[in-house]
């Protein structure tokens, strides 16, 4: 008989080991997010124009055209679930903002807007956005092919209500102070720690008050 395998050995890392490991995925997420091929992509997202953009999916129906306009549809959940509740519209947190189309929705409703972002380059651009009120981007049509497009908040929207910091999910300032709403859109699959991530936002959410998710469980691990 030949000579019997032994199994791997498994092992628990210690709190330094782990922390180390946390911190290595957070700058690798981190730095997949600072590039300008995935800006246009992020702002086509976020603003579209849908009509040229989406162009081939406005006749979808189902999960495609439920995918349409996300971000608009996010900030409509917190804003709908806030009307139905009857909760304060004093404050809202959009954790994870990017380029801040949820947050710029949330503020037809609410008088304060916090919009945080691990990427310095997406909370410079939702900054742009806000000053300007618009912002012209390339966006991809097909291989080489671009074209020159308008990212446009609605004129409706009073953008001075929202205010864009550059913060880790897992780590909210402390000065940040708390919200009547938090939204967290696509955001727990991101980030090296979900468990904490979630204790901040609670930490952040005032009692009784609304906390929208989603996510589409693409676990980086």
């Not at 997202?45 to 849908?50: A, I, K, N, Q, T």
């Not at 549809?73 to 949820?102: E, F, H, N, Q, Y």
């Not at 008050?209 to 693409?218: C, D, R």
Request: with cysteine; net charge negative.
């Amino acid at each position: 008989m030949g000579a019997r395998q032994s199994r791997p050995t498994r092992f628990t890392p210690t709190r330094d080991e782990e922390i180390e490991r946390n911190n290595a995925k957070l700058a690798a997420t981190k730095q997949s997010y600072e590039t300008d091929a995935l800006m246009g992509q992020y702002l086509s997202l976020h603003f579209g124009p849908l009509e040229v953009a989406f162009a081939d999916y406005l006749d979808e129906i189902g999960i495609l055209s439920d995918g349409l306009d996300f971000p608009k549809k996010c900030g409509d959940l917190v804003t709908g679930w806030a009307a139905k509740t009857g909760i304060p519209i004093g404050r809202a947190l959009d954790v994870g903002c990017a380029v801040g189309r949820s947050s710029f929705e949330m503020a037809r409703v609410f008088q304060q807007v916090v919009g945080i972002d691990l990427s310095q380059t997406f909370i410079d651009m939702a900054n742009q956005v806000k000053a300007d009120g618009s912002v012209a981007y390339k966006l991809k049509v097909e291989g080489d092919i671009s074209a020159e497009v308008v990212a446009q908040i609605d004129p409706a929207i009073d953008a001075s209500r929202c205010t864009f910091l550059q913060g880790d999910a897992c780590a909210l300032p402390a000065d940040l102070g708390t919200f009547d709403a938090v939204l967290a859109a696509n955001l727990l699959c991101r980030v090296p720690d979900p468990a904490v991530c979630l204790q901040g936002i609670a930490d952040a959410l005032n009692p009784g008050g609304v906390l929208v998710l989603t996510s589409p469980f693409t676990w980086l691990e």
